[in-house]
T-cell receptor, first 115, second 111 residues
Framework: GAVVSQHPSRVICKSGTSVKIECRSLDFQATTMFWYRQFPKQSLMLMATSNEGSKATYEQGVEKDKFLINHASLTLSTLTVTSAHPEDSSFYIC???????????FGPGTRLLVL | SQQGEEDPQALSIQEGENATMNCSYKTSINNLQWYRQNSGRGLVHLILIRSNEREKHSGRLRVTLDTSKKSSSLLITASRAADTASYFCATASGSARQLTFGSGTQLTVLP
């Protein structure tokens, strides 16, 4: 099977600090990764599409300067929440797609709490 | 933006009963996928059905797709307490391989 990991699984930070979340495809190369945000009891909302070696594509309403995405290799994408505020507290989930694949493989998620 | 709506929002059944969840979407699709999410965890891919397919089976799962009605259903037969989770449909459209998720159904299977 295809395994995707995320690190950290939980993070608590103070308002104004930056937090980096890593998403790794462990046993396959992922040319495309996706970042989602999920609020309690709600569905997943796509934040951005991360393509290896190029700039991420952000969904409408998602600030690219606040949510920095770097897809530096075929197995790693990072999401940095800059100057985090309490309203950024959420569950962040990444997924990875094989080249020409249709199925997205999801990481276990990162719960962010900003105090 | 969310494309799909799922119903029911919540479903509670007894172990051994069948559970049916429905998903509706708005635009034409390439495929529709069903995912399961246990509380506070990531998503697990269950099944993918392409736009030219009408029905697909995988173990205790049966998925149907009606593109004329822009709807899909997921049937879980002989449910188990371990099936308790949230179930989401997600659609892929056009050349993009992004998924648009439905609102989800929270299934509770009582032992």
């Amino acid at each position: 099977g295809a395994v995707v990991s995320q690190h950290p699984s939980r993070v608590i930070c103070k308002s104004g600090t930056s937090v980096k979340i890593e998403c790794r495809s462990l046993d396959f190369q992922a040319t495309t990764m996706f970042w989602y945000r999920q609020f309690p009891k709600q569905s997943l909302m796509l934040m951005a599409t991360s393509n290896e070696g190029s700039k991420a594509t952000y969904e409408q309403g998602v600030e690219k300067d606040k949510f920095l995405i770097n897809h530096a290799s075929l197995t790693l994408s990072t999401l940095t929440v800059t100057s985090a505020h309490p309203e950024d507290s959420s569950f962040y989930i990444c997924s990875a797609l094989r080249d020409k694949g249709e199925t997205q493989y999801f990481g276990p998620g990162t719960r962010l709490l900003v105090l | 933006s969310q494309q799909g709506e799922e119903d029911p929002q919540a479903l509670s059944i007894q172990e051994g009963e069948n559970a049916t969840m429905n998903c509706s979407y708005k635009t034409s699709i390439n495929n529709l996928q069903w995912y399961r999410q246990n509380s506070g965890r990531g998503l697990v891919h269950l099944i993918l059905i392409r736009s030219n397919e009408r029905e697909k089976h995988s173990g205790r799962l049966r998925v149907t797709l009606d593109t004329s009605k822009k709807s899909s259903s997921l049937l879980i037969t002989a449910s188990r307490a371990a099936d308790t989770a949230s179930y989401f449909c997600a659609t892929a459209s056009g050349s993009a391989r992004q998924l648009t998720f439905g609102s989800g159904t929270q299934l509770t299977v009582l032992p």
